[in-house]
Every structure is written in structure tokens, then in C-alpha cells.
């Protein structure tokens, strides 16, 4: 068991984590492939752990056209950008491009979500809803409402991709340059959408304004979330610890998804109840509640990066501290949705928690005026509107 997986041992000593190491990457998805007998004339090689939409894109502006056009040639009569394409097209899809591009239909399945969703979420070949912890595009029609994040730094290279890891949900910094990733343009806030892209464009560069998207570098600020971006980057393939029991990767991340549903929940709690929780656990002041109630696969990398925050001083904690706390903030009822197809210690959480708990504020507001938290949601909609169709 690799060093680092002590710390969620009961009764162990925690080690520190060195800043230094923190963002250091310990895989990729997939190799670069290079391309054999291509039909196409200026194809274009498989970068080391690039998203599958990405290698399209970039051979489509290779060839001075659109990504739209190019697929519509691939494959005719078919509208492939309007839903997520890197969840994996049909086998004789694949079969077709490898054919034209020199890249091997294994290869091009590697490059798509699939792996990843098998390690993470322990499904073969899952196709519907929200895969957790993979970030949804929000797809209307061909444009979509976020999903997509990148380093601005690694766009500045001069061969820029998207990786496969910036569209898993707990990445929020660069494991190359320590920078946070944006999901969104810069300059005018557009949501990145390198599949609408014209020709002549770059990858590098935004669909909306023509924008850079290298102009936004900040520097690492959570250690939090950081910290668990690289534990769970480390265990992908081993597994881990949890208290006394040993975890694979996708156990580990079901008890993590469900202590972010309660942390959430927390923070629609009465201030005395966040007050005990975050005294017990250790944690800082717990994020304020998403108000348009999206699942955490939507949400910015902001908001992503202060529930990892707390999520992992939860985690670090371990099992027996988590039981203390959260019996002064939750009912019994909280966790028994957690019970069924989870680990062992999930489904013991229910029956550890008393009655002993604050009320969650849940007032009821009449018909008339809007309430300032009715108008910020309305809001944060039309921002989310704009950031989709460009308005």
C-alpha cells in the first residue's frame, strides 16, 4: 500500500502534505499514439491522455475546417455534438474514423470517458444520467453549459489538448503547473466550447470572442482540495483505507460523493449546528448552500473547490469523528439513502446517529414578493443561460 493511505487509519498519525508533491501527476489515462496508414492528409497524433473530442477538434482545424463539418463527413446524417461525444460513440462510429485517422479503434476507446467510468463508478459501459464525478456539459442542443475545463498555462504550449483528467469532477488544479483550472473564457465568460470553433481557429482560443484563453493564471489556493485531487489521483488503480476497512477506488469515492451531499446539507443548517459540526471535525466555516441546487457534477470549479476543502478534512478525519459530529447535525434518515450498494461503514452510519440533532431552516415563503434568495437564483439561471447560448 502506497505511503499516505495511513492517515485514514484510526488512532494513526496523519502526515503532513508537502505542497511541493501535492499537484505531482502519477498516471494518464492513455499514451500518445502515433498514427499508422492514415487517409487523411494532414493527420494529426494522439497526445498522451487527450479527451477524445479534443483529438476531433484538433484534426478538424488541422485540415482548415470545422469540427462540425469534419464529423459530418465521418459519419453523415448524424448530429454527434449534441451530446457528450467523449462518453463513447458506437463501435462502427469508431471504426470508421480509425480507419480515416491511423489511429487504432483501441486507442481511440481509450482517449473517450469509458475507462475512467469503469475504475471510478465500477460500470462497464455506462450510458445514462450523471455519471458521478465526471463533469456534465449540460448539453442543449449543440451548445452546453460548462463541463469543459483547462490549464491556461498548458494551452500556451505549443501543441495545447484537452486532458481526460479536466473532466473529472475532483480536479481543480493543473497536476503539471499547480494553476486552477477555468471552465470558462476569460474575457467574456462563455462557457469553453472548442466544438463550435471555425476554421482558421485554435484550440487555445475561445469560440465566442476569439479570446485567448492563456490571459487567467492563478495560483494554487486550496490546500484542501488539492490534497484530495492527489489522493485519489494516487489510488486510482490501488485502493486505499478508510478507518479498518480497505477500499477500492470507487468504494472510497461513493463515501466521499456521500459526505459531499451532507456537507451540503450542513449548510442549510442553523448556525449552532454548523458551529458543532465544524468544532468537531476540525474543518473551516462549511460553503454556502448552491442555489440553483445543481448536482455537484455541474458546478464551477470555485464551488467544486471549497466542498473538496471540507470534504477532506471529513475524509482525514476518519469514520469515528465524522459519527460524532454529524450526530449533532443530521437525523438518522440522512444517511440510510447511502445504505443500500455501499460500503460496509455507510450502511453502519444510520444507526450510530441519535435523535439528538438541529433542524435543518426550511421556511415557507407565501405568494407576493421575491425573497433576495428567489432573485439570486433567478439570477444565477440567466448567467448560466448566457454562458450556454451566448446571448
Same mark, same amino acid.
Given at each position: 500500500?502506497?505511503?499516505?493511505?495511513?492517515?485514514?487509519? +484510526?488512532?494513526?498519525?496523519?502526515?503532513?502534505?508537502?505542497?511541493?508533491?501535492?499537484?505531482? +501527476?502519477?498516471?494518464?489515462?492513455?499514451?500518445?499514439?502515433?498514427?499508422?496508414? %492514415?487517409?487523411?492528409?494532414?493527420?494529426?497524433?494522439?497526445?498522451?491522455? @487527450?479527451?477524445?473530442?479534443?483529438?476531433?477538434? $484538433?484534426?478538424?482545424?488541422?485540415?482548415?475546417?470545422?469540427?462540425?463539418?469534419?464529423?459530418?463527413?465521418?459519419?453523415?446524417? *448524424?448530429?454527434?455534438?449534441?451530446?457528450?461525444?467523449? $462518453?463513447?460513440?458506437?463501435?462502427?462510429?469508431?471504426?470508421?474514423?480509425?480507419?480515416?485517422?491511423?489511429?487504432?479503434? =483501441?486507442?481511440?476507446?481509450?482517449?473517450?470517458?469509458?475507462?475512467?467510468?469503469?475504475?471510478?463508478?465500477?460500470?462497464?459501459?455506462?450510458?445514462?444520467? #450523471?455519471?458521478?464525478?465526471?463533469?456534465?456539459?449540460?448539453?442543449?442542443?449543440?451548445?452546453?453549459?460548462?463541463?469543459?475545463?483547462?490549464?491556461?498555462?498548458?494551452?500556451? *504550449? %505549443?501543441?495545447?489538448?484537452?486532458?481526460?483528467?479536466?473532466?473529472?469532477?475532483?480536479?481543480?488544479?493543473?497536476?503539471?503547473?499547480?494553476?486552477?483550472?477555468?471552465?470558462?473564457?476569460?474575457?467574456?465568460?462563455? +462557457?469553453?466550447?472548442?466544438?463550435?470553433?471555425?476554421?482558421?481557429?485554435?484550440?487555445?482560443?475561445?469560440?465566442?470572442?476569439?479570446?485567448?484563453?492563456?490571459?487567467? #493564471?492563478?495560483?494554487?489556493?486550496?490546500?484542501?482540495?488539492?490534497?484530495?485531487?492527489?489522493? #485519489?489521483?494516487?489510488?486510482?488503480?490501488?485502493?486505499? &483505507?478508510?478507518?479498518?476497512?480497505?477500499?477500492?477506488?470507487?468504494?472510497?469515492?461513493?463515501?466521499?460523493?456521500?459526505?459531499?451531499?451532507?456537507?451540503?446539507?450542513?449548510?442549510?443548517?442553523?448556525?449552532?449546528?454548523?458551529?458543532?459540526?465544524? @468544532?468537531?471535525?476540525?474543518?473551516?466555516?462549511? %460553503?454556502?448552500?448552491?442555489?440553483?441546487?445543481?448536482?455537484?457534477?455541474?458546478?464551477?470549479?470555485?464551488?467544486?473547490?471549497?466542498?473538496?476543502?471540507?470534504? &477532506?478534512?471529513?475524509?482525514?478525519?476518519? =469514520?469515528? $469523528?465524522?459519527? @460524532?459530529?454529524?450526530?449533532?447535525?443530521?437525523?438518522?434518515?440522512?444517511?440510510?439513502?447511502?445504505?443500500?450498494?455501499?460500503?460496509?461503514?455507510?450502511?453502519? #452510519?444510520?444507526?450510530?446517529?441519535?435523535?439528538?440533532?438541529?433542524?435543518?431552516?426550511?421556511?415557507?415563503?407565501?405568494?407576493?414578493?421575491?425573497?433576495?434568495? +428567489?432573485?439570486?437564483?433567478?439570477?444565477?439561471?440567466?448567467?448560466?443561460?448566457?454562458?450556454?447560448?451566448?446571448?
Amino acid at each position: 500500500m502506497r505511503e499516505g493511505c495511513d492517515c485514514f487509519r +484510526a488512532g494513526t498519525h496523519r502526515p503532513r502534505v508537502d505542497r511541493e508533491q501535492v499537484m505531482a +501527476a502519477s498516471y494518464t489515462w492513455h499514451p500518445r499514439v502515433d498514427v499508422i496508414d %492514415p487517409k487523411w492528409p494532414i493527420p494529426q497524433s494522439l497526445m498522451a491522455d @487527450e479527451l477524445f473530442s479534443s483529438f476531433l477538434i $484538433r484534426s478538424a482545424l488541422a485540415h482548415g475546417c470545422s469540427p462540425i463539418a469534419l464529423t459530418s463527413v465521418i459519419w453523415p446524417a *448524424q448530429r454527434v455534438w449534441t451530446l457528450d461525444l467523449d $462518453r463513447g460513440p458506437a463501435p462502427n462510429n469508431l471504426e470508421v474514423l480509425s480507419r480515416l485517422s491511423g489511429i487504432s479503434v =483501441p486507442a481511440l476507446q481509450s482517449s473517450t470517458l469509458q475507462p475512467a467510468a469503469h475504475c471510478i463508478l465500477n460500470l462497464s459501459s455506462p450510458h445514462f444520467g #450523471v455519471w458521478p464525478w465526471v463533469l456534465v456539459l449540460g448539453c442543449r442542443n449543440r451548445r452546453h453549459a460548462g463541463g469543459l475545463q483547462c490549464c491556461p498555462l498548458c494551452m500556451g *504550449q %505549443p501543441n495545447p489538448f484537452y486532458r481526460i483528467q479536466w473532466r473529472l469532477a475532483w480536479h481543480t488544479r493543473c497536476s503539471l503547473h499547480r494553476a486552477r483550472l477555468i471552465d470558462c473564457c476569460p474575457t467574456c465568460q462563455a +462557457a469553453l466550447h472548442p466544438s463550435l470553433l471555425q476554421q482558421g481557429g485554435s484550440i487555445a482560443y475561445c469560440h465566442f470572442c476569439k479570446s485567448p484563453l492563456t490571459r487567467s #493564471v492563478q495560483a494554487d489556493v486550496s490546500e484542501g482540495a488539492a490534497a484530495f485531487q492527489h489522493y #485519489v489521483d494516487d489510488m486510482v488503480w490501488s485502493g486505499t &483505507w478508510y478507518g479498518h476497512l480497505q477500499l477500492s477506488c470507487c468504494e472510497w469515492l461513493g463515501v466521499a460523493r456521500a459526505m459531499l451531499s451532507l456537507v451540503r446539507s450542513a449548510s442549510g443548517a442553523t448556525p449552532h449546528a454548523q458551529e458543532v459540526f465544524c @468544532e468537531v471535525m476540525g474543518t473551516s466555516v462549511l %460553503p454556502e448552500p448552491a442555489h440553483l441546487g445543481l448536482p455537484f457534477e455541474y458546478l464551477s470549479v470555485g464551488e467544486r473547490e471549497r466542498l473538496l476543502e471540507v470534504v &477532506w478534512s471529513i475524509m482525514r478525519a476518519g =469514520p469515528a $469523528r465524522f459519527l @460524532e459530529a454529524a450526530s449533532a447535525v443530521f437525523p438518522p434518515s440522512a444517511l440510510r439513502s447511502f445504505a443500500k450498494g455501499a460500503p460496509r461503514l455507510m450502511a453502519l #452510519v444510520p444507526s450510530k446517529l441519535t435523535s439528538r440533532y438541529c433542524t435543518i431552516n426550511r421556511k415557507v415563503t407565501m405568494a407576493g414578493t421575491q425573497k433576495p434568495q +428567489a432573485v439570486l437564483r433567478s439570477w444565477l439561471r440567466l448567467i448560466r443561460k448566457i454562458r450556454r447560448d451566448g446571448l
